[in-house]
């Protein structure tokens, strides 16, 4: 019986060792070529297969039952039921539970007041550019009229400037 089979299956020197029956393995250019005096040989290598995709799935099944005992919270994975419910019960992951819970309460206030603050400051921009803008019309109304507040802003601000020059933060040599 002769038949095809691909060259990734005998890729390893284990593979061939595991086939003892075969009279003959040659090798050509993309598939190896089997003679074999009975079809024990490859009824053998389909078990190992089948073996291989059954091993392949209770892998994967206790991958699964595995991240029952996967704490998302502290981030750590446990193998028995009895070591999770210890963690569970454990001071570091209440900690990390009510500390989380304390930053959400803390976050949605912080955040109105942000808001809040962001809003008040929007509404200031906008009554000294209303103000900025009555002024500039009363000027153009009154030609006549010397722009005296901002020589009072000019000499505010060289004031502030002067008591900036003032104050020193940290140590002198």
């Known amino acids: ?38 079809t024990a040989p490859f009824v053998h290598l389909m078990k190992i297969q089948v073996i291989a995709g059954l091993e392949q799935k209770i892998q994967n099944e206790v ?44 976050g949605s206030t912080s955040r109105d007041e942000c808001q809040k603050r962001e809003q008040q400051r929007l509404d200031r921009e906008m009554a000294k550019i209303t103000d900025a803008h009555k002024q500039k019309q009363q000027q153009q109304d009154d030609p006549g009229s010397a722009p005296a507040p901002t020589v009072t802003t000019a000499a505010t601000a060289l004031a502030d400037q002067e008591q900036r020059k003032a104050l020193k933060f940290g140590f002198s040599s």
């Open 1 to 38: 019986m002769i038949s095809l089979l691909p060259r990734r299956i005998f890729s390893e020197r284990n593979w061939i060792s595991m086939l003892r029956g075969l009279k003959k393995i040659s090798r050509s250019e993309s598939f190896y070529y089997l003679v074999a005096t009975s």
């Open 63 to 106: 991958k699964e039952i595995c991240k029952v005992f996967f704490c998302e919270l502290c981030n750590k994975q446990y193998k028995l039921a009895m070591e999770f419910e210890v963690h569970l019960s454990s001071y570091d992951c209440n900690h990390r539970k009510r500390f989380k819970e304390m930053k959400e309460m803390h």
